[in-house]
Structure formats: structure tokens, C-alpha cells
């Protein structure tokens, strides 16, 4: 005789069992929720800083004469780079090599009326448009990636663009603000009031001071998803111009010279570099000035240029204290990088375009809570086109296929590993640029170039391209010229 099985599926038992699953499964659902929210808050937000034209002369790279507090700090939080590049010595090159993570000869952007790199590369996803993808709130003030010339309008629809009221300064020529070096001494040389100087009014009434404070609203502000931040300083771009309290902290008593223009007063033809001719010549076609000044002139530019700098660290000042004030510097990655560096008499010149470690190499500061430790320098190669990777990678974002820089996130963690064999960058005239740890080699188009032993003569006075005892390095460098940035990779 078959017994009967009691029916489980009904009666106040089995729906008593069944409201509590259903209450656990409600709690389950809950918590995943919850777990879902608080990861999404957990992804890092992005603050990007840029510099114009500043190259390495900053406390944290041991130039005593700068007065640059705040960016020091940030080096002292984070991760300094001390042999960073730039892909292209000059703004819209350089920016574009950031902005798509493609170098120069990929994108045709070889000099600064050149931005339309979609018409080469389509479909490169930008670094704006790849953290938009990810779920980032995208904003920008100030010069960021590029200028009016680009043809990018795909990051033009997703980067908001935070208002400013674009004030000038009495007095100043405005054609004259984001002009080329080359523009600013063709038609003003001699008038230093526009060119550089002084001025009495707040950072507020210049259009750094108004980025800054922008940028510093916006973080205040609150919102419910992660941000990448672009913030572009413009300083200490020509014309060099800042408010007179930050020339007052560079007397010009104070003022050193470099070695190569000390004395120069008889002209520029006068610095004898043993250069040769071909490299003049594209100097003078990129629009590279070495200029005939006294003495007393070269401080008076250089006391400038200092305080532009001091400038932009207090702008960079007001930004980082707003993202401490909001709450946000626990979780948020900072990156400061400047497009390139600038020659500040050094080899007689006053300009950047030019692959001589004062122009090419720049700063690079990173931080990046929970990856980075304090205050620790890496003195490894990078480029800045490595910069995309990077972030992609530190954010949890996948990077595009096809990207032209590595990830330097390893040496976030471990600053003393191995890493590239070399770093290469382009100049707008076809001089081209690969350097290791202890070699520099410069080809010129026309063929010749210069080879230096960075070891031995750090300031690059001394060609060896033609020396006979310098063959070996001389084909090393030319063959790892040859062999391309992903054979330098590590």
C-alpha cells in the first residue's frame, strides 16, 4: 500500500516559508543594489591639470629659485616624473598626442596649424569621449586638448565647458593673449609692457584666475556619478604677465643667468654652440629666436617667466583646495603635466619647438590614492602620450585598440622596475628625437644631426655626431631610431 505524500506546496506553512524567502530575496536584491551604488561612487574621479609652456623649473624639480608651493605638495602626495616628454614640442602637437593617445606622425598634427587629426584617424576615441563611455560627468575650462582649429566636433558634443566672463585686464593687448611666441616678438619686441611685466590687479580679473575659480565651483558642487575634470592653465605662456605680488617674490637681483647667454650682449650670432647649419636653419623656419638682449633684459624676461609660474601654482592652488574643501581628494586621481617645456636662454634661444631637454622634457606629477606613495620620484622614461593608457587603466576603463603610449601604472606601484628602453618625440620642421638613459640622438631631415651623452654633459653643449670614438652609441641610437617606440617598450 502506496502512502500518501502530504502536499508541501499548500497550507499556512509553506506560504509562512515562502514570505520569508521572498523577504530574504528582497533584502539579497537590496544589498546588491546598495553594493552596486557605493561601487559606482568607489570609481575614482579625474582632475587633469595643465601648464603652458612650463617647463622643469619648479621647487619639486630642484630649482630653487622657484617659488611653486602648491604643486610641490602635490609632488610630495604623489608620484614625480623626472624624465617625462613631451610627443611634439609644441602645443596643439603635444595636447593631441594626450588627447588621443596616437603620436604625431599618426595623427599629421605636426605643428600648431595642423589640429585636424580626425581627417587621419576617424575613429580614434578621444580620452574625454573613452571616460564619457565609462559613465563620467566630462568637463573642461581654460586650454585644454586643443584650439578653434580642430576639426574634433565627436568630443565637442560630450565635454561641458565651464563658463568663465572672459574679463581682460586694463591695458593689455588682447591680440596678444594665446599668441605664438614668434607673433608676440615679431610685433612687440621692444615694448615690454605687453611682452612681459606686471600688473597690478587680482588672479580673478585674468583669465587663469577665472578658470581656476570655475573649475573650483564645479568640484564644490555635488553630483551622482564620477567626473573627469580637464583644467587648462595658461600661464606662463608669453606674454608673460602676471599680477606685480608674484614678480615681488623673484627680485631680479636674484636672477641667475644660464651659462650660454651670461654676457651675450653683442648678439645672438655671438653664443658660440657649434650648431650646425642645418640645425640653424630649421630654427629659424620653426620659428626658434635666439635673441641679441643685454644682460639686464634676459633677467628681466626670466624674473617674468618665474612669476608666471608662481602664477599658475597659486591657480593650481585654488583648484586642489576646492577638491580638498568637497571631499573629494580621497577618491579623486590628479594629474599635472605641462604640453612641453621652454628654452629660457639656454643654447642662446627663448622658445620652445625644439628637442633640447629644457623644451622636450616637462613636468609630470601624479597622484592616485591607494596606488601611489608619497613623495616617491621615479627617474624611469615616459612619455605623455602614455597618459591615455594610463588612466583608462587606473579608472578601470578599457582602453581602445591601437594606442601609441604604455600604461605607466607599474611604476605607480614600483618606481625602480624596468621600463622603456628609449622615448621618442617629433619636432614641426622633421627633426626627430629618440633618447635612452644615457643617449640623445637628433636626426635632421636633410640627413647629420647631434648625438649627446646626457651622463656626461646633462646641458647638451657638447655634439658628438661626428666624433670618431662615438660610432658605437652613435648606430646603437640610430637603430633604435630605426626600430620604433613599441621596440623601446617594455
Known amino acids: 500500500m502506496v502512502k500518501r505524500i502530504p502536499n508541501l506546496l499548500h497550507g499556512p506553512g509553506f506560504e509562512l516559508c515562502r514570505r520569508i524567502a521572498l523577504f530574504h530575496l528582497l533584502l539579497a536584491a537590496l544589498g546588491l543594489h546598495a553594493q552596486t551604488g557605493a561601487g559606482a561612487q568607489q570609481q575614482p574621479n579625474v582632475l587633469l591639470i595643465f601648464a603652458d609652456d612650463l617647463n622643469c623649473r619648479l621647487g619639486t624639480y630642484g630649482d630653487a629659485a622657484a617659488m611653486t608651493p602648491h604643486i610641490d605638495a602635490l609632488a610630495s602626495a604623489g608620484m614625480r616624473f623626472d624624465r617625462a616628454y613631451c610627443a611634439n614640442p609644441v602645443c596643439l602637437p603635444s595636447r593631441t598626442a594626450i588627447l588621443t593617445g596616437l603620436r604625431p606622425e599618426t595623427t599629421q598634427v605636426l ?35 586643443y584650439s578653434h582649429r580642430s576639426d574634433d566636433t565627436e568630443t565637442d558634443k560630450i565635454m561641458e565647458r565651464l563658463p568663465t566672463d572672459g574679463a581682460r585686464w586694463p591695458g593689455a593687448n588682447a591680440l596678444l593673449i594665446g599668441a605664438e611666441e614668434k607673433d608676440a616678438l615679431k610685433t612687440k619686441l621692444g615694448q ?14 585674468l583669465p587663469d584666475g577665472q578658470s581656476a575659480r570655475a573649475a573650483a565651483k ?10 573627469f575634470l580637464a583644467v587648462g592653465i595658461f600661464r606662463p605662456h608669453l606674454p608673460f604677465i602676471a599680477p606685480k605680488k608674484y614678480f615681488d617674490l623673484h627680485p631680479l637681483g636674484k636672477i641667475i643667468l644660464p651659462a650660454a647667454a651670461a654676457g651675450d650682449s653683442a648678439g645672438a650670432e655671438a653664443v658660440d654652440l657649434g650648431l650646425p647649419h642645418a640645425v640653424r636653419r630649421m630654427e629659424r623656419e620653426r620659428g626658434m ?20 609660474v608662481s602664477f599658475a601654482d597659486a591657480q593650481v592652488g585654488v583648484v586642489l583646495a576646492a577638491l580638498e574643501e568637497a571631499g573629494l581628494k580621497h577618491r579623486t586621481i590628479i594629474v599635472f603635466v605641462s604640453d612641453h617645456g621652454f628654452l629660457l636662454g639656454e643654447h ?13 622634457r616637462a613636468p609630470l606629477i601624479v597622484s592616485a590614492p591607494g596606488v601611489t606613495q608619497p613623495g616617491r620620484p621615479c627617474a624611469r622614461l615616459v612619455e605623455f602620450v602614455d597618459l591615455y593608457p594610463s588612466l583608462a587603466e587606473l579608472c578601470g576603463l578599457k582602453a581602445p585598440e591601437g594606442l601609441e603610449g604604455t600604461s605607466f601604472v607599474p611604476l ?10 628609449a622615448v621618442f618625440s617629433v619636432d614641426m620642421v622633421g627633426e626627430r628625437m629618440v633618447r635612452t638613459e644615457k643617449w640623445k640622438l637628433i636626426t635632421l631631415p636633410g640627413g647629420g644631426g647631434m648625438l ?3 651622463e656626461r654633459d646633462a646641458e647638451e653643449n657638447q655634439n658628438l655626431h661626428e666624433s670618431p670614438s662615438h660610432q658605437k652609441p652613435l648606430a646603437e641610437m640610430r637603430a633604435l631610431h630605426s626600430n620604433g617606440w613599441r621596440k623601446a617598450a617594455p
Do not use: H
Open 218 to 227: 564645479f568640484l564644490k558642487e555635488g553630483r551622482s556619478k564620477p567626473f
Open 192 to 205: 615690454r609692457q605687453t611682452f612681459w611685466g606686471p600688473l597690478d590687479v587680482d588672479d580673478a580679473a
Open 348 to 360: 642662446g634661444a627663448y622658445a620652445k619647438s625644439s628637442l633640447y631637454e629644457q623644451s622636450v
Open 289 to 308: 629666436m635666439r635673441l641679441a638682449m643685454e644682460d639686464e633684459t634676459r633677467r628681466q624676461m626670466i624674473q617674468a617667466y618665474y612669476a608666471c
Open 452 to 454: 649627446f651623452d646626457l
Open 412 to 421: 605607480l606601484k614600483n618606481p625602480q622596475r624596468p621600463w622603456k628602453k
Open 111 to 145: 605643428n600648431n596649424n595642423a589640429g585636424c587629426f580626425r581627417k587621419y584617424v576617424p575613429d580614434a576615441v578621444t580620452l574625454p569621449q573613452l571616460f564619457a563611455r565609462g559613465g563620467y560627468q566630462v568637463a573642461s575650462v581654460g586650454k585644454t586638448f
